[in-house]
């Protein structure tokens, strides 16, 4: 069987068949039978709520997709009827099988013309084999000079994936945040689907070092600078900075306008590192870190889930552009806009929608507890359908919300507003984020006790601007409050 397939589902075939199609392709991709079964009773009810919608022009058919990234098993459904009534939606089978954990995570797309998209993702988890290092502490001994003036920093090779896989057993035993990073044919398929742009830093034949541009979804034109480790022997040779140099030149290479970095703030390290290479505070995610993260050698103050200081590096021409936010985010985004040495006209006119019909994408994770809404196109139901999509998020346990506008669309401002009565209140502001420009990202927790009173931020500018969000988190969160009595 190809561990890969597309599969037109007639109206009259059998789900049956096509839910073993799908088991047996995730099995030969590495999943266990019984979470392939689960996969597949998703697969199939995806399938039946495809079925159960209106036909549109007689378009009656379900394209189901298998596919596999070396570590996770996606599955899309695919149909061009028309989409169910919000109340409908809501009470969907698929939704709650997600927060039963029948899978990691479920998206959710409905485009109008371009039908409607369900994807549900299962990850193979890392093999625990023995990887033949012993995770180094604090104690760890120092490199020589010698050894540290040796080190050479370069783009990855395939020959590098095991050797960096390696290196983060020693740096983090297997509490790393992203397990998949244990798998070498995931780390393979990330770099060579143009996903991921590895940075390593290398002495004699060993990976000692690692950063990397990630693309969190095909098609998105500003990478995540992230997924920085150096191994503790080599620490105080300023070699996350030397790669982090590298890593914004490839930056340079493959034509990025920006990247962009969520930096812990329990330290302010990373930060630091960061703004010697001329990051700007542009965000604050409150309250989002794994608390299975052990770092070795790094003192961790903050209590309860930590938060994330969000920077922005310009590496690339940035063109001028009309952006609608709020009118009380004005101050905030103009400090960030004239930091990053770019040019917006910016207006605050609440103009509401001029189309009937939102499109929007949306995951959830019953894993990480986190639900992103991408917002394209912002109509006249947005709202409705937000709250709509929220319910669905609390089926699968969410804690943590987020939701990127476009304010390259008039109806942003509005939309904005809007949000705050569903206790949405101000996360970052990130240029060219999206196709279409820059992104006004909203933030939401739901029965999450945050710390906010442990912040570090680098310097004052960060400090002003944790302010601000902590202050607008308290001030919505409390509208909210007051609307819903």
Request: charge should be negative; glycine fraction near 8%; charged fraction near 25%.
């Amino acid at each position: 069987m190809d561990l890969e397939l597309t599969m037109d589902v007639a109206a009259t075939a059998p789900l049956e068949a096509v839910g073993a199609a799908v088991r047996g392709c995730a099995m030969g991709n590495g999943l266990s039978a019984e979470r392939a079964t689960r996969l597949q009773v998703v697969v199939e009810e995806l399938c039946r709520e495809a079925r159960i919608r209106e036909e549109a022009n007689g378009e009656d058919a379900v394209v189901v997709k298998v596919s596999f990234d070396g570590s996770v098993v996606r599955v899309d459904v695919i149909d061009r009827r028309l989409p169910m009534s919000p109340f409908e939606n809501r009470h969907l089978p698929s939704r709650m099988l997600l927060g039963l954990g029948f899978v990691d995570q479920l998206h959710i797309a409905f485009n109008g013309v371009q039908g409607n998209h369900a994807s549900a993702e299962v990850s193979l988890g890392a093999h625990r084999e023995i990887i033949g290092d012993e995770v180094l502490g604090p104690d760890a001994p120092d490199a020589s000079d010698d050894e540290a003036a040796r080190i050479d920093i370069r783009s990855i090779r395939h020959e590098d994936i095991v050797g960096l896989i390696r290196c983060i057993y020693r740096c983090y035993g297997y509490t790393y945040l992203d397990p998949a990073m244990y798998e070498a044919r995931h780390v393979r398929r990330l770099i060579d689907t143009g996903r991921m742009h590895s940075v390593v830093a290398v002495v004699d034949g060993e990976v000692v070092g690692h950063c990397a541009l990630v693309f969190e979804r095909p098609g998105d034109r500003v990478p995540e600078a992230g997924r920085m480790i150096v191994d503790p022997r080599y620490r105080g040779h300023h070699l996350a900075e030397r790669m982090a140099e590298f890593r914004n030149e490839v930056a340079k290479q493959i034509g990025s306008p920006g990247t962009y970095a969520n930096c812990v703030t329990n330290h302010v390290g990373s930060q630091v590192t960061a703004f010697r290479r001329g990051a700007v505070e542009v965000g604050l995610l409150l309250g989002e870190v794994n608390d299975g993260v052990s770092m070795t050698g790094l003192a961790m103050t903050t209590k309860g889930r930590k938060s994330l200081l969000s920077l922005y590096n310009v590496t690339g021409p940035v063109g001028h552009r009309a952006v609608s936010i709020p009118e009380h985010h004005g101050d905030v985004v103009r400090t960030i806009v004239e930091r990053l040495a770019i040019s917006r006209e910016i207006s605050h006119h609440p103009h509401r929608p001029t189309v009937a019909m939102s499109s929007f994408s949306s995951a959830a994770s019953a894993v990480s507890k986190v639900g992103e809404i991408r917002v394209e196109t912002i109509g006249e139901d947005l709202i409705a359908r937000l709250v709509e999509d929220l319910e669905t998020q609390v089926l699968a346990g969410v804690l943590l919300s987020m939701v990127d506008l476009p304010t390259s669309d008039p109806a942003c401002a509005w939309a904005a507003a809007e949000l705050e009565r569903l206790a949405f209140s101000f996360s970052a502001y990130l240029p060219e984020f999206s196709p279409d420009g820059d992104v006004l990202r909203l933030q939401r927790f739901t029965d999450l006790s945050l710390d906010v009173e442990h912040i570090a931020c680098g310097r004052a500018e960060g400090e002003a601007l944790r302010d601000f969000i902590v202050e607008e988190w308290r001030r919505v969160t409390r509208k909210a409050v007051l609307i819903s009595e």
